[in-house]
């Protein structure tokens, strides 16, 4: 480890006054188990929470029990949870780092130390792996005094992990042989219906490799972790009074007795969590059918024991995997800086975090390999479906991770609308008001973002193009691209009323940035019509694009030249203009590099401590457009203004919260957002 990086951690350490080395920095919320939008569990922060000093949580801030002890000696100690049974020592946190996919924690338990790693992988060149709803946990003990100790180790989760509603009631199994698995459900199910953000349908799992050292059992939260307080080993019985989640707290246990731990650390014990349902999402097809489609993943396993069986089994090629890719994500990152690596590294679990890849199947009931859709979840804003002003902030992870993912996202999008049922000429805002159901806008009724989405979906189908030379979307979907197109060339250069992406901060007539959005849509259509071959529309839509800049550039820049306006005719006005970033992104050159000088120039002198407003109206911002903003910063001294910000604002131990993008410039504080995919675009500067 750099000189450099243990600098970053101490100045993280002084911010969150934790007692703890943490590497890079101690974020706000520490990724535990964070898969899909409803497997995704966090440890709070704020100025600094050791593993056991409080109870994971659901991205929501609702509690997720998941226990964890260590008996050393006869000696039991707590290292993750909050369990509040007597009898037990707490283990004395000594470190806690974090990389793109792993949060590892070593904790102090007297004279042994445990490796605590959670691992939630992130696959995303393999469609299949990626779309498996399940993370790792793995325990592994060392002596810290030299001599030889005799430990086991202990771990439950709660039926608390699969419902919104504590008061429903659940039931469960476990089964046993080379796998050991418990089974917990909600007793009624609810297709596609959520509770506070829970999924009221499928399964959550916790399974482990079975062996004469393991030993089981569920019931009472109080009693079961007493029996292994008190004896080391679990009684291999099953509770079968079927109550509601906060009826006699229901836990679901393993012990492993690892035997005698010397310096050399023990063999790892390997955990599986995760949550199943089936089927995942219903989908509107034309003539107003819903369609229903299941995780990828069904498509090679015919049963979730088959899964989690092959899931264990792969705990060492995935970590192995997960190494790899976390050295490539840090190398590249560090090439900018290692603050803007530290940012990328706590960003990558998220975004993916929102995503489902899902099939169908055809008439017959076998998998339609070829009918792939990604779905993703606007987590804690609004829950829609595959929003488009979310996908195209979270689309530069996409981009830098494997291109493929952003054409299976914006398919849905395009198949729903190039069925006709969509009735207005614009682009649609998502494809369903309420996650999991992405049963569109038959009515026309869907949040109205005209130029914001239309640009968007330009600007993603043509970046999608020429990252992965496929054009495919573009042969296919050429009429729709054209209308929206049309939509802008009649709207883009005096934007009306609209709200744009940023629609928190209201809607506002002759917006610069959404001006600058329609402007590159256009171009990006020229672009697409000349890979298509049709020069015709090539030269209109070019000439076009001639013509609006100049006259945006006179109607938005400041009298004395200094900066982009807010809105056309607002002198004092400015914001940040991160819709530039499409026209370096795609490579269209729309604008002068005098615009970029003068913006690079500009916000250098009113940038706060924790970043630059977002606009002149309020002096919040959004953490992924300060990103965007210093991916097309023409200096690096302003580039890294930006990005230390965000540094900044990430370590400072304010917030308890999955990490949240929409901030306060003076003071940090954390505006509603959290755990959302837009994190996706911290790697804006990797996409380019």
């Not at 900044?648 to 901030?663: H, I, Q, R, T, V």
Request: charged fraction near 15%; aromatic fraction near 12%.
């Amino acid at each position: 480890m750099g000189t450099k990086f243990l600098s970053l951690a101490t100045l993280a350490l002084s911010a969150s006054s934790v007692s703890w080395n943490a590497t890079p920095f101690n974020p706000p919320s520490v990724p535990l188990a964070v898969r899909t939008p409803y497997l995704s569990v966090w440890l709070p922060q704020g100025a600094g929470t050791a593993l056991n000093g409080a109870w994971p949580q659901f991205w929501t801030g609702s509690t997720l029990g998941w226990a964890g002890y260590i008996r050393v000696d006869g000696a039991t100690y707590t290292f993750l949870g909050d369990p509040a049974v007597p009898g037990a020592k707490s283990a004395v946190q000594k470190s806690l780092e974090f990389t793109s996919m792993q949060s590892i924690f070593v904790m102090t338990a007297g004279p042994v130390d445990i490796n605590v790693n959670f691992l939630s992988p992130v696959e995303p060149t393999d469609f299949l792996k990626q779309s498996i709803p399940f993370s790792y946990l793995a325990l592994s003990a060392v002596s810290n005094d030299g001599r030889s100790h005799t430990v086991s180790v202990y771990t439950d989760i709660s039926a608390e992990w699969v419902s919104g509603d504590d008061s429903l009631t659940v039931n469960w199994t476990t089964t046993t042989g080379n796998i050991l698995t418990h089974q917990v459900m909600l007793e009624n199910q609810e297709l596609y219906a959520e509770y506070n953000d829970h999924i009221q349908q499928g399964a959550a799992y916790y399974s482990t490799q079975n062996s004469s050292s393991v030993t089981y059992q569920t019931g009472q939260d109080a009693i079961v972790r007493a029996q292994f307080i008190k004896n080391g080993v679990l009684a291999n019985i099953e509770d079968i009074n079927f109550r509601a989640v906060n009826n006699d707290w229901p836990v679901f246990a393993f012990a492993h007795d690892l035997g005698t731990v010397s310096t050399t650390a023990s063999v790892p014990v390997i955990y599986t969590v995760g949550h199943v349902r089936d089927p995942a999402i219903q989908y509107i097809v034309a003539n107003d059918v819903y369609q229903p489609r299941s995780i990828y993943f069904w498509s090679a396993y015919s049963s979730v024991a088959d899964l989690i069986s092959d899931f264990v089994g792969d705990y060492s090629a995935a970590l192995g995997r997960a190494q790899a890719f976390d050295l490539k994500v840090q190398s590249d990152a560090s090439a900018i800086s290692s603050n803007y690596a530290a940012v990328v590294a706590l960003s990558v679990r998220q975004a993916f975090g929102a995503l489902e890849i899902t099939l169908s199947k055809k008439s017959d009931g076998s998998w339609n390999a070829d009918d792939i859709l990604i779905f993703l979840k606007e987590i804690s804003s609004d829950g829609n479906v595959n929003t488009v002003d979310v996908m195209m902030p979270a689309w530069p992870i996409l981009l830098y991770t494997n291109p493929p993912l952003g054409r299976y996202l914006l398919l849905g999008l395009l198949e729903y609308q190039a069925t006709g049922q969509y009735p207005n000429a614009w682009a649609a805002h998502d494809l369903g008001k309420s996650y999991p159901n992405a049963t569109g806008h038959n009515a026309g009724n869907d949040e109205a973002m005209p130029l914001e989405e239309c640009g968007n979906m330009l600007i993603m189908v043509l970046s999608y193009t020429q990252k992965s030379y496929d054009m495919s979307l573009i042969t296919q979907y050429t009429d729709l691209l054209n209308q929206w197109t049309g939509y802008i060339v009649a709207e883009a250069l005096i934007p009306a009323n609209q709200i744009s992406t940023d629609d928190f901060a209201g809607a506002l007539a002759n917006q610069t940035n959404l001006a600058i959005n329609g402007v590159i849509g256009i171009q990006a259509m020229s672009t697409i019509s000349g890979i298509l071959g049709d020069t015709v529309n090539q030269q209109n839509y070019s000439s076009i694009v001639q013509r609006y800049v100049p006259q945006l550039l006179d109607y938005a820049t400041s009298s004395d030249g200094l900066h982009l306006t807010l809105n056309y005719g607002h002198e004092d006005s400015w914001g940040l203009s991160y819709n530039l970033y499409a026209d370096k992104l795609l490579g269209t050159n729309v604008f002068p590099e005098s615009v970029y000088d003068m913006q690079t120039a500009w916000y250098a002198t009113v940038i706060n401590t924790y970043g630059v407003p977002l606009d002149t109206r309020h002096t919040y911002t959004k953490s992924d457009w300060e990103l965007w903003t210093a991916a097309i910063m023409t200096n690096t001294t302003t580039r890294d203004l930006f990005i230390d910000s965000v540094y900044k604002y990430a370590a400072d131990g304010e917030s308890n919260k999955p990490l949240g993008d929409w901030y306060d410039t003076l003071d940090g504080t954390v505006h509603g957002f959290r755990a959302r995919p837009v994190v996706g675009g911290h790697l804006a500067l990797l996409a380019l």
